[in-house]
């Protein structure tokens, strides 16, 4: 019902118009996550909506807070399952460097590291990705 009343499309924009606010990035992460799981129409809106770019740009502008990376990344994760075009989606989007730079950048942190893991299990299952993954270390 929430995705329905667009929410989704709320949290998208929340996190484009506050790019810069790490706790805004924090809780839309944690929203879609939410809003994503086992939710094929709430991941369709997602992505139509740019979640998937928006968390993306997250992850890079908030390198530096584990907290940002692990909750993108596993809001990722749900909104790459069973999804091709967010899988797609998601690699043009740089998602599959961002979460190699979030392994690299919070080596010491079990939750991202996990968590990471995980997006990346969802994010490989495209070719592309696969050489992104690699290329990116």
């Known amino acids: 019902r929430a995705g329905t009343a667009g929410a989704v499309e709320a949290m998208a924009a929340a996190m484009r118009a506050h790019m810069g606010s790490a ?8 929203a879609l996550r939410n809003l994503t799981h086992n939710d094929a129409e709430n991941r369709t809106r ?6 998937v770019e928006a968390m ?7 390198m530096g807070s584990a907290s940002v990376q692990e909750l993108a990344c596993r809001a990722l994760r749900n909104l790459t399952t069973n999804d091709a075009k967010n899988t ?14 979030a392994m690299r950048a919070h080596a010491g942190s079990a939750g991202v590291q996990e968590a990471a893991c995980r997006a990346l299990m969802n994010l490989s299952v495209n070719d592309e990705n696969k050489t992104r993954a690699g290329a990116a270390g």
């Open 23 to 30: 706790s805004v990035q924090e809780l839309a992460c944690r």
């Open 46 to 51: 997602a992505g139509t909506a740019g979640a």
């Open 56 to 62: 993306a740009a997250a992850m890079r502008a908030h």
């Open 88 to 101: 797609i989606r998601a690699g043009t989007a740089g998602a599959v460097e961002a979460v190699a730079a």
